[in-house]
């Protein structure tokens, strides 16, 4: 495992979780799926996620036969487009029970992924000792990414010993903590820390508080440990501007001064999750509101979704609009505007 990912990983980046793009035939769109990784890549992220939630678990089905390409097109355009040799994480999505999760790494690390994000929603009811070895066994295939994944929408609640137990496995190089939940993040922080993992970077999946997440010095037993960037499906729009937030955040850490309009910045960043995630109906209308936000800047043709009941929720739209509106410092249209029609040359 090379030191420069931990390295790369414990800088904190914005990781977006890429979405598909499909035309309005329900098709995949391979120019602007390739599209829309340039855009993150001239935006600064430092690296993807592919075939997360985002990118909907649907490309494993065999009707539509799109796991392996979507990752190798992701995987071979962040390659080609980026102008300059900065360090670029890659990381694949891994789903299922142990022998799909274990095919699935081998095909990641075979494209040239650097790690893998270990989704458990296939364990909704197993012993932890149990989920434990399957995280052990996909852990030796390719580098592994921890994954609290909220169960609003397919995760587990996991005890703080899971955790514990879990960052003592060698090949972990990070966790995405996203159980919406302020305990549980805790659980998985002090958890890290207990274990000494210093090596092992933790970053927020929490899109209900994302801001606060970062700026937050945790510390037990004398120790103290910040979540240092994001894998976030919400980083998937308005990337530029994400990227501008975050370096923010560091330069406030190191001041070690936070005034207090980063809390209004904190609600506002909420507030724009709420309406494109759709939290007024359970996230019903998460992937489409991404979708939306992309449409709408040209890079996307549509905001359907593989599964035609998944559409954006009555008044969504709406709600993207009146947010896009009231918060223009987290919106990037303008610098997608002027790269657009080169990205999808």
């Not at 359907?304 to 410092?329: M, N």
């Amino acid at each position: 495992m090379p030191s420069s990912l931990r390295a790369h990983l414990l800088e904190g980046q914005v990781i977006p979780a890429l979405p598909l793009a499909l035309g309005r035939d329900r098709r995949w769109e391979e120019r602007r799926q390739r599209a829309v990784v340039r855009y993150y890549v001239d935006a600064g992220a430092g690296g993807l996620a592919v075939g997360v939630h985002s990118t909907q678990f649907a490309i494993r089905d065999p009707r539509h036969g799109l796991f392996e390409p979507v990752l190798s097109l992701a995987a071979a355009e962040a390659r080609s487009w980026r102008h300059r040799r900065t360090p670029f994480a890659l990381i694949a999505g891994l789903c299922g029970r142990t022998t799909q999760a274990v095919r699935e790494a081998r095909t990641a690390a075979g494209l040239g992924y650097d790690a893998g994000l270990l989704s458990l929603g296939a364990w909704p009811h197993d012993d932890e000792r149990a989920v434990l070895a399957h995280c052990r066994a996909v852990a030796r295939e390719i580098p592994l990414v921890g994954f609290y994944l909220q169960p609003a929408v397919g995760g587990r609640v996991l005890s703080h010993a899971f955790w514990r137990r879990f960052a003592e496995i060698p090949e972990v190089v990070a966790i995405k903590i996203a159980p919406f939940h302020r305990y549980r993040t805790i659980d998985v922080v002090r958890a890290v820390l207990e274990a000494g993992r210093d090596d092992v970077a933790l970053y927020t999946g929490n899109d209900d508080n994302i801001i606060g997440d970062l700026l937050t010095p945790f510390t037990f037993g004398g120790r103290t440990r910040y979540i240092t960037g994001g894998l976030l499906g919400q980083w998937g729009v308005w990337t530029e501007r994400a990227v501008a937030l975050l370096t923010e955040v560091k330069r406030a850490r190191r001041r070690g001064s936070l005034p207090a309009a980063w809390l209004g910045r904190n609600a506002a960043l909420t507030d724009a999750n709420a309406a494109i995630f759709d939290a007024a109906h359970g996230f019903a209308g998460c992937l489409p509101g991404i979708h939306e936000v992309l449409r709408r800047q040209g890079l996307f043709a549509t905001n359907a979704c593989l599964d035609p009941h998944e559409r954006l929720s009555p008044g969504q739209a709406r709600e993207i609009t009146r947010v896009a509106s009231a918060y223009p410092w987290l919106v990037d249209d303008a610098f997608v505007a002027r790269h657009v029609d080169r990205w999808l040359g």
